[in-house]
């Protein structure tokens, strides 16, 4: 059984920086990619970014130059650091593997942008 493990989230002043980390266990014979997605109150699930086995990365438009994905590939484990946050990137961050077998999604980690 595949699992993810996520942390890192948490209340941060605006301005602050988190890193979140999610890492996956279990019978993985091959990842295509591992990503963050979040969801604010009200609002869709959406991308924050994605890194491919390749190191190919993408991000959304709104955290471009705030965020860095990175990968560990020994481990499993993707990194998102989190700087110069706003109150806007207040939401539910989500863990995403692309993975041999399918998709899974973390559980999810809070974290609030806030004086």
């Known amino acids: 059984q595949v699992r993810l493990v996520e942390s890192g989230g948490g209340l941060v002043q605006p301005g602050g920086s988190l890193r979140l980390s999610c890492a996956a266990s279990?019978?993985?014979?091959?990842?295509?990619?591992m990503g963050w997605y979040r969801q604010a109150p009200g609002k869709e699930r959406e991308l924050v970014a994605r890194i491919t086995n390749g190191i190919m990365t993408n991000y959304a438009d709104s955290v471009k130059s705030r965020f860095t994905i990175s990968r560990d590939n020994t481990k499993n484990t993707v990194i998102l650091q989190m700087n110069s946050l706003k109150p806007e990137d207040t939401a539910v961050y989500y863990c995403?593997?692309?993975?041999?077998?399918?998709?899974?999604w973390g559980r999810g980690t809070q974290v609030t942008v806030s004086s």
């Open positions: 279990g019978s993985i014979f091959s990842i295509y990619a």
């Open positions: 995403n593997l692309n993975y041999s077998m399918g998709k899974l």
